[in-house]
């Protein structure tokens, strides 16, 4: 379910924390980064810091077009720049690519791959990517179906293996989703006996899995906020921020 306020899913964030200034990109309109190539004047005045990262947005920006031939590692490239940026692969962080999940219902198996898993002891982050906006446009919901579902399959992975520090127990983790430039973020949780219904089958009515997304789906932010808006940058920064500090506390 869409929340209006990301307190819902965060704590505020400590005013003790220092933000990372070079992630604001100077302020750079989305404009301004579609013409951040190499040697243009809008690069000549940012500092290295900036000047990585609007390298990265402009591929992106650029790959977003329609006419564009899709090469979704400009998105990887994006989104595990922000993640080292912000020391998501530093101890006591650990940062893994491609891991696969899976569910099952009755005898029915089905596997998801997430881009990205940050991990801390018992707590992750499931960080996935779509890439390319436009594959997402005549789908219903954005694509929020298929994101529970690699949610699910993740939550009943940690809750199914016999290895991890989860197993047979509740499941609470966050997630994120990127696509394009564009970040919405995710708590859910699935009580263990949820979980453990699926091998019956599908779960009872009494039973359910909560997940919470912001921003909320709208007419502004349908597909989360965009990185490469100015007004945005600053409140993905945040929950950057928000997030790496709730698995520190997990």
Known sequence: MSVNSANEIFDPLSEKIQINNDLLVSNLTRQDLLLAIPESPILKKLNNGEKSLAKYL??????????????GTFTDSLVNYLLVELKFNSHPFMLKLQSDFNFSVFNKEV?????????????????????????????????ESLMSAEILACAFTNFDNGLSPTAGRSQMFYAMRVIGTKFTFYKAFMSDDYLRSLYKGFPPDNLSATIFRFPPINMKTPYGYDYADKNHRSLIIDLLYRLRECLLKM
Do not use: W, Y
Request: glycine share 4%; charged share 25%.
């Open 58 to 71: 402009n591929m992106v920006i650029i790959n977003e077009t329609p006419i564009t031939t899709f090469q």
């Open 111 to 143: 596997s998801a791959k997430a881009e990205f898993i940050v991990s801390k002891g018992n707590a992750q982050i499931l960080i996935d990517d779509d890439k390319h906006i436009h594959r997402l446009r005549n789908c219903r919901e954005n694509g």
